[in-house]
């Protein structure tokens, strides 16, 4: 929102540098991380939505929707608790403005648990055929020492994932980047 322009030039940098995808700039957009009521959430993600739309604008380069984890503020947070219910309406949420935005393309990013990711992927599926849109692409990263756990959710997501829903899974683990690099 304070720098719109320096944002659209980073994602023209990227696409200019060969990215065939780019992601929104809202990461942390939830109420939560923000600490900030969803109408204001709301604002952030139309506006970095809207500029990653500007800088793929007359290219061939996919703009996903960027959600990050909203963090449980119990220590424990346990299955079933009104917490999780209220963190799981939190990212329907999200999702229902995203493609009221007109989103097909997710990035649930750096998720520490696979609790809602079962349910967000059909919830995403559903609500793209409802509007007889495209099946959505879903991108689930995993960076760093997390790369084994994300490996093993990724992998438990493919055995309830809807097969016609199209995933990717990328695994950056950094030790190998730098390993390539000297």
Not at 1 to 26: D, E, M, R, S, W
Not at 92 to 112: P, Q, S
Not at 136 to 156: C, E, H, N
């Amino acid at each position: 929102l304070n720098q719109p322009n320096l944002v659209k030039q980073i994602h023209q940098q990227y696409i200019q540098a060969g990215a065939n995808a780019i992601k929104t700039n809202t990461f942390g957009a939830n109420s939560r991380v923000l600490q900030r009521p969803f109408a204001e959430v709301a604002e952030v993600i139309r506006a970095g939505y809207k500029i990653a739309l500007e800088a793929a604008a007359e290219e061939n380069v996919l703009v996903f929707a960027d959600i990050g984890p909203i963090p449980c503020q119990k220590r424990n947070c346990q299955e079933e608790s009104a917490e999780q219910t209220e963190i799981l309406a939190e990212y329907k949420k999200i999702v229902d403005l995203y493609l009221a935005l007109g989103a097909t393309n997710f990035l649930l990013e750096t998720l520490v648990e696979d609790d809602f990711l079962p349910e967000l992927t059909a919830y995403i599926k559903k609500h793209l055929s409802l509007r007889n849109l495209p099946l959505a692409r879903m991108v689930i990263p995993a960076l760093g020492f997390l790369a084994k756990r994300f490996f093993q959710i990724s992998v438990s997501c493919l055995r309830w994932m809807p097969s016609d829903l199209i995933v990717y899974v990328v695994l950056l683990i950094y030790y190998n980047i730098y390993s390539n690099l000297s």
